[in-house]
């Protein structure tokens, strides 16, 4: 078991197998020239391998497999395939924009995946535009009907931006409800990488924008995880949506400088190039690509550990301080 020295045990590990990406959001790297790059560039997925073997050895239950964009990994699913036949009860996730989800969302789910989350910024074709500079919309719903048609767990994440698609707020909350899909909502965060000036909407703000319809009630804050949960009564969604669920409708809030979730922090990332970060607000970042290449597996968990001994009690978010930190790279 891996446990820092706060007594936290770790056991959830966020893993971003490359930092390219097919679109370019303003929020996250919109100053990139858009190519696609060089996929021979990316740490190989058996050395990414070699490390989620320690990492579940060590007692990581959970693993989420996030980018730059995962799906342009050409062996994503067999990658997936190797992380669940060496542990098939891992609880297994991947982050996508969707892009590329449609035929992989089968061999994805056939591989062991169990639950995505999917970007959603808009359902209007020039937002998409706009916000990625790709044409994407019609592949996106796509990727999301047909990963919800096989089976998989589905979350939407939407980030609200000021002037830019909050006026949307509303209606992916009812696309979302209409499929029984959780949306969650995540306040845009400041990093130097993003286009200059956009603005997000805080959590007060997103919350007032969606009582303007439905009446939300505090659900919980998530034991373990950045999102603050709400619901919506079922007998509202009826009367104003004319859709029948079963049950009241879930939705999240990520405002990840709102709480004091380092308490519970049970989370360490491997970012794209291969460096391992115990905190994502925090500096400090332990080099581990090599140890990956070589297969290393004793340096990689004495590498781990160092890791998790030097994770930091609490972020030091400076709310006045812009990061410097790629969403990229680490994965978000
Ligand atoms: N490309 C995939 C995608 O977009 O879903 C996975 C990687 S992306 C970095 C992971 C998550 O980070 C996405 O949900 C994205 O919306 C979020 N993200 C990126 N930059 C962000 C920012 N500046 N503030 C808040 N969320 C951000
Ligand atoms: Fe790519 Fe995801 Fe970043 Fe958008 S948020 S540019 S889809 S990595």
Redesign the pocket.
């Known amino acids: 078991m891996l446990v820092d020295g706060f007594g936290r045990t770790i056991d959830y590990m966020r893993i ?1 197998v490359t930092e390219r ?1 097919n ?1 370019r ?1 303003a ?2 790297m919109p100053n990139t020239p858009m190519n696609l790059g060089d996929e021979n560039e990316d740490v190989p997925l058996e050395s990414v391998l070699n490390f989620i073997k320690v990492a579940i050895i060590q007692g990581v239950k959970k693993i989420r497999i ?5 799906l342009l990994r050409s062996k994503i699913v067999p990658f997936i395939a190797q992380i669940c036949d060496f542990a098939p009860q891992i609880d297994i996730a991947l ?4 892009f590329l989800l449609a035929p992989l969302a089968k061999p994805l789910k056939d591989a062991g995946l169990k639950r995505i ?3 959603l ?1 808009s359902l209007q074709k020039d937002r998409i535009l706009c916000i990625s500079k790709r044409d994407g919309l019609e592949k996106i719903l796509n990727g999301i009907e047909v990963a919800h048609q096989v089976g998989l767990k589905i979350k939407l ?3 609200p931006l000021k002037g830019i698609n909050t006026d949307e707020i509303l209606s992916i909350l009812e696309y979302g409800m209409k499929r029984g899909i959780m949306v969650r909502f ?6 130097s990488h ?1 286009k200059e000036g956009i603005m ?1 909407l805080k959590l007060a703000e997103i919350l007032a924008n969606i009582q303007t319809k439905y009446p939300t009630r505090l659900f919980e804050k998530e034991v373990i995880g950045p999102a603050t949960l709400f619901k919506i009564p079922q007998q509202e969604i009826k009367a104003n949506l004319g859709v029948e669920l079963n049950r009241d409708y879930i939705f999240g809030i ?1 405002a990840p400088h709102n709480d004091d979730f380092c308490k519970t922090c049970n989370r360490v990332r491997l970012s794209s190039e291969g460096k391992l970060i115990p905190c994502l607000y925090h500096n400090n970042a332990i080099d581990i690509k090599e140890a990956m290449l070589r297969g290393d597996t004793e340096e990689i968990l004495s590498r781990l550990k160092l890791c998790i001994e030097n994770k930091p009690e609490k972020n030091d978010w400076d709310t006045n301080a812009i990061s410097q930190r790629a ?2 790279q ?3």
């Open positions: 971003s990406c679109f959001c929020y996250c996030t980018g730059g964009e995962p982050t996508t924009n969707a989350n999917i970007s910024d994440n939407m980030v995540i306040e845009y965060m400041e990093n993003a997000g990520i969403f990229y680490t994965g978000g």
